[in-house]
C-alpha cells in the first residue's frame, strides 16, 4: 500500500510473486489507458503500446490470467478489459512515486500562494477550489484547530448603544468574531477599557487554555462587560468540530460517476463535516495517502477513491487535504497535485509567525 512517508511514495514495492514483469506490464498499461478513456481496453490496444513488447495473443492469454488473480474484470462478454480495485492497488503502489505536475500547473500553483493573502479561513476556501481546478477531482481541505493558536488581539468593538462585537486576532491568522448583547447604553471609552482588560488576561494564550475567571477592574459596569466579553470569548473554543472543512469541485462528481444515485449518496457525505474530517484522519491513522473503493471502509464512498495528504508547519501537523474522485482517478496527477499544494499550504501557513 502506498504511505504517506517520502521513502514509501518514492520506492516501488517488488512485484509480487503472482505477477511476473510481463502482467505487472500489461496491467499497468490496462490501468493507465483506462483511466483515460473510461472505456474497457483490448488486447489488441495493449499489444500496440510502447513498452509492452508481445504480440496481441500473448497480451490476451495474460488479461486472462489477470482476469482470473482479481486484477482485471470484463464488463461484457465481448468487451475488453478494466481493472478492478485489486488492479489500481497495484497500479498505486507501483508508481514510484506522485507524478510531476504539468509546467502550467506548477506555475499556477506558484502565482496563486504568491497572492494566498487575507483571513485563513479564505486561503483554505480558495486552497480547495485550486486544488479541484488542478485534479478535476473533488477537493477537500481540512485547516488547523484553532484551540491551541495563541491570541494575538482582543477588542470589544460597538455597533450600537447595546450592542458590541467582540474581535479576536488568532496567531494562525484566524479572526473570530461573537456579537454581545448589552444590558445598558454603554459608550466608546468603556469598550475600550474592558478591551484592555481582555487583551492583559487573555493575550499570548492559546483559545483553548483562556481562564474563566474574568479579571476585575475594580470599575462594575466594566467588570459586567468584561465578563460578557471572556464569555463570548470561551464560547469560541473549538467543539467537537474543531477542524474546519473547506470542500471544493463538488460539481465535478456529476461528471464522475454515472449513476445519479452515487452522486447524490456522497454529495450527501461531503455535506457531513464531522464524518468526512473523520474519515481523512482514518486514512491517515492507517498509513496510506491513497485509499481505494472499499479499503476506506466507508460503503457509500465504495465506488470512490481519496488521495489524503497531511499539511505540517515545522514538523507538526497543522491540516490535511483530500482529493475524492472515481476509482479511475488519475492517481500519479492526484498525488502530484496533493503533495505540492501540501507543501505550499504548509510554508505559507508557517510565514510570519501564523502558526
Not at 484553532?146 to 458590541?164: F, K, T, W, Y
Amino acid at each position: 500500500m502506498v504511505r504517506t512517508d517520502d521513502q514509501q511514495l518514492h520506492e516501488p514495492t517488488e512485484n509480487p510473486p503472482s505477477l511476473d514483469a510481463r502482467k505487472a506490464a500489461i496491467l499497468t498499461a490496462v490501468v493507465t489507458e483506462y483511466i483515460g478513456t473510461a472505456q474497457p481496453i483490448g488486447s489488441q490496444h495493449v499489444a500496440d503500446l510502447p513498452g509492452v513488447g508481445v504480440s496481441s495473443a500473448t497480451v490476451r492469454t495474460e488479461m486472462a490470467a489477470l482476469e482470473g488473480d482479481g486484477y482485471l474484470t470484463q464488463p461484457h462478454t465481448s468487451a475488453g478489459r478494466i481493472p478492478t480495485d485489486k488492479g489500481y492497488r497495484f497500479f498505486v503502489d507501483h508508481l514510484g512515486g506522485p507524478g510531476p505536475l504539468e509546467p502550467v500547473q506548477r506555475q499556477q500553483v506558484r502565482q496563486f500562494f504568491d497572492h494566498a493573502h487575507g483571513e485563513i479561513e479564505q486561503m483554505l476556501e480558495r486552497t480547495s477550489g485550486l486544488l479541484a481546478d488542478l485534479t478535476d477531482c473533488t477537493a477537500m481541505v481540512v485547516g488547523p484547530s484553532h484551540e491551541a493558536s495563541a491570541i494575538r488581539s482582543i477588542q470589544l468593538v460597538g455597533l450600537g448603544p447595546r450592542l458590541a462585537l467582540l474581535v479576536v486576532v488568532l496567531a494562525d491568522g484566524a479572526v473570530q468574531k461573537q456579537s454581545i448583547e448589552l444590558t445598558e447604553d454603554t459608550p466608546e471609552e468603556r469598550l475600550a477599557e474592558a478591551s484592555r482588560h481582555l487583551a492583559a488576561h487573555a493575550d499570548g494564550v492559546s483559545l483553548g487554555m483562556v481562564a474563566g475567571r474574568a479579571p476585575v477592574s475594580g470599575d462594575r459596569a466594566t467588570d459586567t462587560l468584561v465578563r460578557a466579553g471572556l464569555s463570548a470569548l470561551l464560547s469560541m473554543r473549538p467543539g467537537d468540530q474543531a477542524e474546519q472543512l473547506f470542500v471544493g469541485g463538488p460539481s465535478r462528481l456529476a461528471t464522475a460517476f454515472d449513476a445519479v444515485e452515487t452522486v447524490r449518496s456522497v454529495l450527501t457525505i461531503l455535506e457531513q463535516q464531522l464524518v468526512v474530517v473523520s474519515l481523512l484522519r482514518d486514512v491517515l491513522d492507517r498509513g496510506l495517502s491513497v485509499a481505494i473503493g472499499a479499503e476506506h471502509g466507508f460503503e457509500p464512498l465504495v465506488s470512490c477513491a481519496i488521495v489524503v495528504m497531511p499539511v505540517s508547519v515545522d514538523g507538526e501537523k497543522a491540516g490535511t487535504i483530500g482529493l475524492l474522485g472515481p476509482t479511475r482517478m488519475n492517481y500519479p496527477q492526484a498525488l502530484a497535485a496533493a503533495r505540492v499544494v501540501g507543501e505550499r499550504l504548509g510554508q505559507r501557513l508557517g510565514e510570519s509567525g501564523n502558526l
